[in-house]
């Protein structure tokens, strides 16, 4: 009985065993404190906040971040806000990669880009830290370029000499009343990207 009962408990244990290639890790960055909660730089927070309430899922404060999980077609996806401060966000990254036992290619990190007309969509499968602090830590953590990105444009409206004023600064009103629609198309790139792929995800979404 102690047996039967034994390989009972066991299937349980082996059906509840996440497969590391349907784990993904989504990873916003940002800054911690409200000082910065409405920036511009603080996009990525902004969109897992929303994948979040959407998805009815609260976040916890663990180790370097804090971190919210939600199933959705059979994968897993886990949320991470780095609380390492921007310039720091590989560390965070690295450790939860290692931790959920999460591959490489199941990662995305959502970021700002000046580069990008407001709320523009642009997937990428590498490419270069484009002088964002943030992705540069990431690159040196993990020692490549060839992770997902997902950036989101914040337009490069400012005067010479002001684009950390820019990047710091809050949302203009009209960039708030998009805001809503374009953080519901923030969460279908994200769960496209689990279920789709990344390709896919490109095709679709990108310049959107």
């Known amino acids: 009985m102690l047996a039967f009962f034994g390989r009972i408990l066991g299937k349980k244990q082996a059906e509840e065993q996440v497969d590391p290639m349907k784990k993904f890790l989504i990873v916003g ?10 920036t511009r730089h603080n996009i990525g927070f902004k969109v ?11 976040f916890s ?6 971190v919210a999980s939600f199933r959705f077609k059979g994968r897993t996806f886990i949320l ?6 921007m310039n720091l966000s590989g560390k965070a990254v690295n450790y ?22 407001f709320g523009t969509i642009r997937v990428k499968t590498k490419g270069s830290d484009g002088g964002h602090n943030g992705l540069k830590d990431i690159q040196t953590q993990l020692n490549t370029t060839n992770y997902n990105r997902f950036r989101f444009g914040i337009s490069d409206e400012f005067s010479k000499g002001r684009q950390v004023d820019y990047v710091l600064g809050e949302w203009e009103e009209e960039e708030l009343k998009q805001m809503p629609e374009r953080l519901d198309k923030a969460v ?8 789709s792929g990344i390709n896919n995800t490109m095709n ?4 959107k």
């Open 29 to 38: 960055l940002g800054n911690i404190g409200p000082k910065y909660h409405h």
């Open 48 to 58: 897992v906040d929303h994948i979040a309430e959407k998805e009815e899922v609260s």
């Open 61 to 66: 404060t663990e180790k370097l971040g804090d």
């Open 80 to 85: 991470l806000k780095p609380s390492t401060y």
């Open 96 to 117: 939860w990669l290692t931790k959920e036992k999460v591959p490489i290619e199941n990662l995305l990190v959502i970021t700002d880009d000046l580069n990008l007309p």
């Open 188 to 195: 279908e790139v994200v769960k496209s990207f689990g279920t």
């Open 204 to 207: 679709t979404f990108n310049g």
